[in-house]
Nanobody, 125 residues
Framework: QVQMVESGGGLVQAGGSLRLSCADS????????MGWFRQAPGKEREFVAA????????SSADSVKGRFTISRDNAKNTVYLQMNSLKPEDTAVYYC??????????????????WGQGTQVTVSS
């Protein structure tokens, strides 16, 4: 079973960087493809980035391409989201997600098996 805890959110100025971490305290982390989603107030939860079980394949939303990078360290049971060149429109609650085993990558909420509790990211202009 996957039990995930996110960290690394906070307040940053536009143009700054943050790194989010999602640590899994369970014993099956390498079984799951992983992803990051975000949800801004009044908006639907949207895909940000995803990574395969081995880490060899990644995907990211067009809105974050070239700025955000997803990675995972299977030895540490942790997935990361490095966010650079942050913009005010990146402000949202960011959720770590373990993907359903039916899909290679969790690129939509319907492909998610379980969610983390979320961490707030606020980018000031």
């Amino acid at each position: 079973q996957v039990q995930m805890v996110e960290s690394g959110g906070g307040l940053v100025q536009a143009g700054g960087s943050l790194r989010l971490s999602c640590a899994d305290s369970g014993r099956t982390f390498t079984t799951y493809p992983m992803g990051w989603f975000r949800q801004a107030p009044g908006k639907e939860r949207e895909f940000v980035a995803a990574i395969s079980k081995s880490g060899g394949t990644t995907s990211s939303a067009d809105s974050v391409k070239g700025r955000f990078t997803i990675s995972r360290d299977n030895a540490k049971n942790t997935v990361y989201l490095q966010m650079n060149s942050l913009k005010p429109e990146d402000t949202a609650v960011y959720y770590c997600a373990a993907g359903s085993l039916n899909w290679a990558l969790p690129t939509t909420p319907t492909r998610v098996y379980t969610w983390g509790q979320g961490t707030q990211v606020t980018v000031s202009s």
